[in-house]
């Protein structure tokens, strides 16, 4: 029983661990040890294991690595001299080509084959004759694995491509097919270069141009559609007679495969055959369009441009006019794609090609002046649009001034309204767009939709209507099947407006509320309005009601943007201090916190530090600590919602510790939650005997017993206990 339970913790542990080895893996860790441990396996280990040792050591490159593969090499197994020939070519081990070579005449064809590879990737000039001589072997495999190898020699210029000509009309279609693409300058992976570029690093003799492009007319689809790409590549503008001929291929691939040789070809007199083909059937008009993207003449665009209004070609010409502009990143080209979009726009078209070309102006606006489409977006925008937020968002880059009138009088029409005009109104608002008459009609128009929509609609009117900062009328009571999204909402709206009584009043309510979410958007909602008469209200509800966490919030945020109450008179800023300066010694841990947050934005001579610590009214310093180095200190840390407690003297049971001059860069803190209070060490200490004596049952148990009894943030604890605080005294009124 035991064992099986060992097996299955061991089971359970490999499991977690391995999701962190893998991680460690490819971040770049590496054990300590893992090299040698690897050169001792690649020496000594089961086949298979020193097989997976060669296919690992390439991620480790340094002289042991090498030497360790070069003597793997030798191997007797041939699995393990596969993986040591491909390992050794990928980090480019020149000292394996000796070996190498001598593989070539042994009689194992796949061991030849794996030396052809290798030299191939090692590019070793060396390794150049043995290649050649591959060419003309009577095996297919390695004459494959010669035209490989020689691809990198070739791309890299140790080698010429006409000795490739040969392999061009080999009787085997895959030995075309890997020649055509060893001669290839621009492989599929890379990005489309100007073919005349390429044609210059990647000249042919005239017999292996012929070759090549005799190849156009293959037996094989494949190789035939191969060669026309290799050719527009490799002739530049000299190819499109040919890659013209083969759009009347009778494969459809390798007519496509010519629409796309003629852009890769980035030759002016491709614009005929290519324009031609845009008007025919759908697939090749539309690779006929990509290809157009790919030429620099202005007539491209033009041809492009003239597909928009299609239907079936919009998607393809938007794509490729972007793709275009992009790719040239000229002015010239961003406006002239910016004028092909707006006249788009203001021909009639189908919605989907219409939402299509209103959802590119965004990123056209950011390069170029698209003001032009202004027009008919708005005309878009009045009539019969079924996604208001798109014209919308294209408007607002456009920075069009008559769109929160456009959006007011679609609203004024419309029967019922729709969550998309809600959200077009309310990013049009959150934009400052409109002037406060604009506004002001837009505010009339919603109130009275407010008691008859839905609960989600009301929710986003409250918003709305708090963005307008406009009203028509009193705001009515909440009432009691108002959920806590509207609720919010309606505090957000109370808040941007102007104070009266009616609407305080509503707020303390919200602030009292059962969510809290509801309770901080009420508090914020306070602090938004925040003036003189907010904060007389909130000491009335302070005193009738009792502080709580929300309440203090209100007060704090509202003292902030007052700049701390520098303004207010006197007798208010008092009557501040003297509240806040009560709820210091209150059993709630929030409050307190809440408290002394309000008291460090009051901007008040009385809140100010006083030599070494923060003194309040009623509070003193504690008693020093056996008679040696005083144990309290006032601290509070960065956070605002953490405040610092009683810094005692302390006790554990392992150890009777005196109060250490160190220690006083420490003090009690407060977290958010009550049960969480935690030592607060500054940077320069590492982990403290007082974190130390809070891990045990005791500590946590006297903690909690400290902070029901005391909260405030003085030192006040008149003697040396064990984790305790003695309660202080209020402050004197």
């Given amino acids: 029983m035991l064992r099986r339970h060992r097996r299955q913790l061991r089971a359970d542990l490999c499991r977690r661990a391995l999701p962190i080895v893998l991680w460690l893996g490819s971040a770049g860790f590496t054990w300590p040890g893992r090299v040698p441990h690897l050169v001792y396996t690649l020496a000594h280990g089961a086949p298979a294991e020193r097989a997976e040792a060669a296919r690992m050591l390439p991620q480790y490159p340094s002289a042991q690595t090498s030497a360790a593969l070069l003597s793997a090499l030798e ?65 297919v495999a390695l004459r494959l694995a010669a035209i490989e190898g020689l691809a990198a020699h070739i791309r890299d210029g140790r080698a010429s491509p006409d000795l490739l000509a040969a392999s061009l009309t080999d009787p085997e279609p895959a030995l075309r097919t890997a020649a055509l693409r060893a001669l290839d300058p621009q492989p599929a992976a890379t990005a489309h270069a100007p073919a005349a570029e390429a044609s210059s690093h ?45 759009l009347e291929d009778g494969d459809e691939q390798v007519r496509l495969a010519a629409l796309a040789a003629l852009g890769d070809s980035g030759a002016a007199a491709a614009l005929a055959p290519l324009r031609a083909r845009t008007s025919g059937a759908t697939r090749a008009a539309q690779t006929a369009l990509a290809a157009l993207s790919r030429i620099d003449d202005p007539g491209a665009g033009t041809a492009i441009a003239a597909q928009l209004p299609r239907v079936e070609l919009t ?95 679609r609203l004024e029409q419309a029967s019922s309204v729709s969550p998309p005009l809600l959200e077009a109104l309310e990013l049009a608002l959150e934009a400052s767009t409109g002037t406060d008459a604009e506004r002001s009609a837009l505010g009339a128009l919603l109130s009275p939709r407010v008691a008859h929509g839905s609960s989600e609609e009301r929710a986003r009117l409250y918003r709305l209507l708090a963005l307008t900062r406009t009203l028509s009328a009193e705001p009515e009571e909440p009432r009691p099947d108002e959920s806590a999204q509207e609720l919010r909402a309606r505090a957000s709206w109370l808040g941007a407006l102007p104070t009266t009584q009616a609407r305080q009043s509503q707020l303390l309510s919200l602030l009292r509320d059962a969510d809290a979410s509801v309770r901080r958007a009420a508090a914020s909602a306070f602090a938004q309005q925040a003036n003189e008469t907010s904060l007389r209200a909130l000491l009335r509800e302070l005193d009738a009601h009792g502080a709580s966490e929300p309440l203090l919030q209100a007060l704090t945020g509202t003292l902030v943007r007052l700049d701390g109450g520098t303004q207010l008179p006197e007798d208010l800023r008092t009557q501040i201090f003297e509240r806040l300066a009560l709820q210091l010694t209150a059993a709630d841990a929030h409050n307190a916190a809440a408290a002394l947050d309000a008291l460090r934005t009051l901007r008040d001579p009385r809140a100010a530090p006083h030599g070494s610590a923060r003194q309040f009214p009623g509070c003193a310093p504690a008693r020093p600590c056996d008679a040696q180095v005083p144990c309290w200190r006032w601290a509070t840390t960065t956070s605002p919602r953490r405040a610092s407690c009683c810094a005692s003297c302390f006790k554990t049971r392992a150890r009777a510790a005196r109060c250490k001059p160190a220690w006083r860069s420490r003090s009690w803190a407060a977290s958010a939650t009550p049960k969480r209070w935690r030592a607060a060490p500054s940077v320069a200490f590492g982990r403290s005997p007082l974190q130390r004596a809070t891990r045990s049952r005791a500590s946590r148990s006297a903690v909690s017993a400290s ?27």
């Fill in 315 to 409: 998607r393809a010409a938007l794509s490729a006019l972007l793709a275009r502009a992009q790719r040239l990143n000229e002015p010239a080209t961003w406006s002239a794609a910016t004028a092909a979009v707006s006249g788009a726009l203001a021909k009639p078209v189908h919605a989907g090609q219409q939402a299509l070309l209103v959802a590119a102006v965004p990123d056209l606006a950011q390069r170029a002046d698209a003001s032009a489409a202004a027009p008919s977006l708005l005309q878009g925008l009045r009539g019969d649009a079924t996604d208001p937020v798109l014209y919308t968002r294209a408007l607002l880059a456009l920075r069009a001034p008559e769109l929160l009138s456009v959006l007011t009088q």
């Fill in 707 to 733: 902070n029901a009894r005391s909260s405030d943030c003085c030192a006040g604890s008149a003697r040396c206990t064990i984790h305790t605080c003695a309660p202080m005294s209020p402050p004197a009124s």
């Fill in 75 to 139: 191997d007797a197994d041939p699995e393990v001299r596969r993986q040591a020939a491909r390992a050794s070519a990928e980090l480019g081990v020149s000292e394996a080509v000796p070996v190498l070579l001598s593989w070539l005449s042994t009689a194992r064809s796949q061991q030849q084959q794996d030396a052809l590879e290798a030299l191939g990737r090692l590019a070793n000039a060396r390794a150049l004759p043995a290649l050649e001589r591959a060419l003309k072997d009577a095996d």
């Fill in 202 to 246: 990647h000249r042919l003799a005239p017999a292996t141009l012929a070759k090549l492009t005799e190849r156009t007319r293959d037996p094989v689809p494949e190789v035939r559609a191969l060669a026309l790409r290799v050719l527009a590549h490799v002739q530049g503008a000299h190819s499109v007679p040919a890659l013209t001929r083969a």
